[in-house]
Nanobody, 128 residues
Framework: QVQLVESGGGSVQAGGSLTLSCEVF????????ITWFRQSPGKGREGVAC?????????FYADSMNDRFYISQDKGKNLVYLEMNSLKPSDTAMYYC????????????????????WGQGTQVTVSS
């Protein structure tokens, strides 16, 4: 089982930055990839960025995200971060982190169907 706890959401003006945190408690699931997803009202969950926790630096981004968003981790604290820059009103969403199944890789990491465990989400609101 895996428990994930997101934090760091809030309200920010367009052009601003926020860094979200996801604390990962892995009780034997041995998940490696953590993905940040987001969901806007009336839309499905959209994969933003993935990180393989076992690698020194192994990340994967959705095509539209890699120029403003940056995923990273603090291994010692079991934290996965999502740094978001130059925020736009269209970035307004509930942001979730999810742990994928141990056998999954980057080919499926942006698919919400690959997520085995979800956090409760943290709201990000960007005003114009």
């Amino acid at each position: 089982q895996v428990q994930l706890v997101e934090s760091g959401g809030g309200s920010v003006q367009a052009g601003g930055s926020l860094t979200l945190s996801c604390e990962v408690f892995d009780y034997g699931h041995n998940s490696d990839i953590i993905t940040w997803f987001r969901q806007s009202p009336g839309k499905g969950r959209e994969g933003v960025a993935c990180l393989a926790r076992s690698a020194i630096k192994s990340t994967f981004y959705a095509d539209s995200m890699n120029d403003r968003f940056y995923i990273s981790q603090d291994k010692g604290k079991n934290l996965v971060y999502l740094e978001m820059n130059s925020l736009k009103p269209s970035d307004t969403a509930m942001y979730y982190c999810a742990a994928l199944r141990p056998e999954d890789d980057f080919t499926v990491c942006l698919s919400s169907g690959a997520a085995a465990y979800w956090g409760q989400g943290t709201q990000v609101t960007v005003s114009s």
